[in-house]
């Protein structure tokens, strides 16, 4: 019985360019594989909804509208002034982003329905406001006032002249003050008053003794003497007459043959224009004539 025998050859070995040929299509085919497994595809934009107003009836009408511009579930006829109709809130389109943009998106439709309330809720506002606008306005009427008759026209400018002639004769006026009433630089004030007290003592006791022994002048009385800035007389009067006219008339001219008198110092001048001095005139045949 003949064996055979069967010997395998070693195999030839690769070349280098056998090897560069197997990684070549080593890595092609990793390629295609990469290639089909990965799929890039854009989002597709989703379809606008569009959306349907809807508006309530409260009471039906029997009779149709020749137009109708809103589904309803009965016949309405318009009521208000607005010829507009209102706009279906805008839509924004879909735009490329990741998942979470997507599923913001879809839940954009579900928010549509208080969209749809509050455009309800300003319908019956706008109601009320048509109302209200229908009202009349109290504050366009004009008032009427009564006519001036010709008498009481005159009457009303002869009142407004004697004001008018009255504030300027005011205004003319000079500042007087009573030496009591001086706010201000008191102590200028007093001895102002003493030396004028001093001037007229003086030229009362110099004429004074031989009249009243004559004539028997004796008494009291209270007199106002006001002096202007500049020294000179303003005004004399008899408050509390001596009960003789004679005695009154002669402190009167006392008071003359004494002025003029020093100058009102210039910071009484600031608050006044004329210093009233009043003083008590007593003539006695002891103490001859004073004045405090």
Do not use: C
């Amino acid at each position: 019985m003949r064996t055979h025998q069967v010997i395998f050859d070693p195999p030839a070995p690769l070349s280098n360019n056998d090897s560069l040929l197997i990684a070549l299509f080593i890595a092609a085919v990793i390629h295609v594989v990469i290639g089909l497994g990965i799929n890039f595809t854009a989002p597709q934009p989703e379809q606008v909804s569009r959306s349907i107003d809807i508006t309530l009836v409260d009471m039906p009408s029997r009779k149709a509208p020749e137009k109708a511009q809103f589904l309803a579930q009965e016949n309405q006829l318009a009521a208000g002034e607005q010829d507009r109709k209102p706009e279906p809130p805008p839509q924004q389109l879909p735009q490329q982003g990741d998942s979470q943009s997507k599923q913001i998106k879809k839940s954009a439709p579900e928010q549509s329905e208080p969209k749809a309330e509050k455009k309800l809720i300003t319908q019956k506002k706008a109601d009320k406001k048509i109302v209200t606008a229908s009202k009349p306005d109290a504050r366009r009427h004009t008032e009427i006032h009564p006519q001036l008759s010709a008498e009481m026209l005159q009457q009303q400018i002869a009142q407004l002249g004697t004001e008018i002639r009255l504030s300027q004769q005011s205004a003319d006026q000079p500042k007087i003050k009573f030496v009591d009433s001086v706010s201000t630089h008191k102590y200028v004030a007093a001895q102002y008053i003493k030396d004028w007290e001093n001037k007229v003592e003086r030229t009362g006791n110099l004429n004074y003794p031989e009249v009243a022994a004559k004539k028997n002048f004796f008494g009291t009385l209270t007199m106002d003497v006001g002096i202007k800035a500049d020294g000179s007389i303003y005004s004399i009067r008899i408050n509390q007459s001596s009960g003789n006219p004679a005695l009154d008339e002669a402190a009167k001219r006392i008071v003359r043959m004494s002025a003029p008198f020093a100058p009102i110092p210039p910071e009484l001048q600031k608050e006044l224009d004329v210093l009233v001095i009043t003083r008590v005139w007593k003539f006695s045949d002891e103490s001859g004539m004073t004045a405090r």
